[in-house]
């Protein structure tokens, strides 16, 4: 997998947007960006991934610049719910789906009342 | 929703016995992955199973071996059992680039 490299840490506060940056200067044309996180005492959560384009989904955003060396997980109204550890990672991805993931040391998102 | 499953839970055992960890993927997904996180530490990869054949290896030490089977589900055995192994276990099953973790085993040595 590509290096990633993120924040060890942010806080926010509940009910406000939080941005989680991630540099990946060396990615190449064909790496997929996807972000997992996992909550205290959980397995792993996929949250989302994108190739070129901003992607929504139901959990998050993510915006790629257009360079594509870097993107930001948009968490548009933070909850309690939502601290957790944030990885971004960027698979080898194979004809047959994705090998392991790489997880470094990811962002511990904290999220204050 | 169907999500991942693992048993057992919790297993507690002593130094240089053996455990076997299984792993019941989604329905309908094909590869299934194993991963290791010891205290304090990130997710490590150990293994991974693409229709039933191996498809991906990591970290995994030689006392460990896995295997997946004909209803996909997978097992993870884990021979002369040392100290250092005490973690949690993670299973992830998968039917294209996005991995579905389970709950995780919770695997202590004493």
């Known amino acids: 997998d590509a290096k990633t490299t993120q924040p060890n840490s942010m806080e926010s506060n509940e009910e406000e947007p939080v941005h989680l940056p991630c540099n990946h200067s060396?990615?190449?044309?064909?790496?997929?960006i996807h972000w997992y996180r996992q909550l205290p005492s959980q397995g792993p959560e996929y949250v989302i991934h994108g190739l070129t384009s901003n992607v929504n989904n139901r959990m998050a955003s993510l915006a790629i610049a257009e360079d594509r060396k870097s993107s930001t997980l948009i968490l548009h109204r933070a909850t309690l719910r939502d601290a957790a550890v944030y990885y971004c990672?960027?698979?080898?991805?194979?004809?047959?789906?994705?090998?392991?993931?790489?997880f470094g040391k990811g962002t511990h998102l904290i999220i204050q009342p | 929703a169907a999500g991942v499953i693992q048993s057992p839970r919790h297993l507690i055992k002593e130094k240089r016995e053996t455990a076997t960890l299984k792993c019941y993927p989604i329905p309908r997904h094909d590869t299934v992955y194993w991963y290791q996180q010891g205290p304090g530490q990130d997710p490590q990869f150990l293994i991974s199973?693409?229709?039933?054949?191996?498809?991906d290896k990591g970290s995994i030490p030689d006392r460990f071996s896995a295997q997946q089977f004909s209803d996909y589900h997978s097992e993870l055995n884990m021979s002369s059992l040392e100290l250092g192994d005490s973690a949690l276990y993670f299973c992830a099953s998968s039917d294209s680039y996005e991995q579905y973790f389970g709950p995780g085993t919770r695997l202590t040595v004493t």
């Open positions: 060396t990615i190449s044309g064909t790496d997929y």
């Open positions: 199973f693409y229709e039933k054949m191996q498809s």
């Open positions: 990672i960027l698979p080898f991805l194979s004809g047959g789906g994705a090998d392991g993931l790489t």
